[in-house]
């Protein structure tokens, strides 16, 4: 009787000591302590890949860069930046990114949100005074608002390859085409349509909000603090010994593009930058991951970074060969998506006369390729394709793992004790109200009795598998087979069991979702 007391009264208190909301919530970490020299024994492979891409695409230089745990492990560059010159392409070679300057754009937007000055629910017109006059299309759309111009989803068209030639509109002209209206292609915020005036329109509110040029914001409240020095938003402004040369290719024969000026519709695709800045930028995007208690250094919130890096503009799935399924969206000036093998996906492509480049990440992973070239509309995608590929077969491109909560290790334990002996008094301390109402206490103590009977005496094998704070499942080995237990607490203080299952049979294993 005795003991029983006792064993009752440590499941008591092993429940009344889960106060969650009071305890450090763990945070994803690698486990591997090999990780990094694993993913490095795959950069030669990856080195060739982008050679070989090049060289098939005929594209005059290159640049790369992979960026692991907040740093850029490694940078390469091939070709020239320049054809008259043969002069290299090197890590300091700067670029022009084209439409990967929306992120940046959409940075801007959120900085400003946090700090107060402009919310992204503020209708347009609050900011840009034409909009107050524009015609919409129907009588019932409502007004469109700051989050739709950086999500894509105002309703204005599609204008690649319009968009492209408008870099150098001037602020004037831009008020006299918002003065004579704009043509919708959807309804407001009914679908995803690729707008860069879109991106041009959130670049004025940025200017009118803050109170100084788009440009100047930008370099002074986002890239200066990021340390990349090496970049602008004006051509001009980039030293012309280390700016790569545009080119466009007919055959055989390479024409120079002229490189257009900042200019009003600059903040849908005008940044110029290097290997090393950009490495930067995709760290410091990255770094908004795992949520955790560390100082939050900016310029944006981790929070912020993490909420433009979520899919608020739904896209079709697609549908590829081999068989693979791709789901996703539009976030705030960056692509998301998922397919079998990552659930997070981000980046942006960017292509103008002259360029094309492409950035991608995958924050649970810790890891971002990105890719930079002088010809036009030559994206970089499918190089970093192949490169994410080499170094997930190294075996060590793997998720974060989440350690178990205090909550669930404690209700683990009290679960476990609960198994080798059932009594009424543990079970009540163990369960939230709804527990022996869904089904009651005696049923569930047959059931676990039964199911005792066939496997035999068991104990504990493994840890805990996590899916959240307050969510997991563990392994019983037992004399005749195993078996595994799933269990969710409650929303309560404390947290209690409101959902438990014993099933009979092999351990469950994480496994892959993509087929065969």
Known sequence: MRTQLRTSALIAAAVLALPAGAQKAPVPRFTDPERRAKLAAAFPAIEKAFENFRERRGIPGLSYGIVIDGETVAMKSFGVRERKTQDPVTPDTVFRIASMTKSFTALAILKLRDDGKLSLDDPVSKWIPEFARLELPTRDTAPIRVRQLITHGAGL???????????????????????????????????????????????????????????????????????????????????????????????SEYSEEPSLPHGAFGAMGGMLTSTRDLGRYVAYQLS???????????????????????????????????????????????????????????????????????????????????????????S????????????????????????????????????????????????????????????PAAERRQAIEKMKAEVGACRPEGGIEPENWLRGRFSLACERGAVEVAFTLAPTMPPKVQSLRFSAGKPRRSTGRCPE
């Not at 060969?321 to 980046?347: F, K, M």
């Open 157 to 251: 068209p599609e204008d690649n390859p319009w968009g492209d030639r408008q870099l150098g509109v001037s602020d004037e002209t831009l008020t006299r085409w918002l003065r004579q209206g704009l043509p919708f292609s959807t309804p407001p915020d009914t679908a995803f349509e690729y707008a860069n005036y879109g991106f041009a329109l959130a670049g004025r509110v940025v200017a009118k909000a803050s109170g100084m040029p788009y440009r100047e914001y930008v370099e002074k409240r986002i890239l200066a603090p990021l340390g990349m020095r090496a970049s602008s938003l004006e051509p001009a402004a980039v030293p012309a010994d280390v700016r790569a040369t545009g080119y466009r290719r007919a055959g």
């Open 288 to 378: 908004a991951f795992p949520a955790r208690d560390d100082d939050d250094k900016g310029p944006v919130r981790r929070g912020s970074l993490r909420e433009m890096q979520r899919v608020w503009r739904s896209n079709p799935f697609r549908v590829s060969r081999p068989l693979q399924v791709t789901a996703g969206g539009y976030g705030y000036g960056l692509s998301v998506s998922e397919d079998c093998r990552y659930n997070h996906i981000v980046g942006h492509g960017g292509g103008l006369p002259g360029f094309g480049s492409f950035m991608k990440w995958l924050p649970e992973y810790g890891a971002g390729i990105f890719a930079m070239a002088n010809l036009t509309y030559a």
């Open 380 to 439: 970089p995608a499918p190089a970093i394709d192949e490169a994410f590929e080499i170094l997930r077969a190294t075996g060590a491109l793997k998720p974060r793992e989440l350690p178990p909560s205090e909550s669930l290790l404690a209700t683990r334990d009290a679960i476990v004790r609960l198994w080798q002996r059932w009594d009424d008094a543990d079970a009540s301390a163990l369960a939230a109200d709804n527990l022996f109402l869904d089904t």
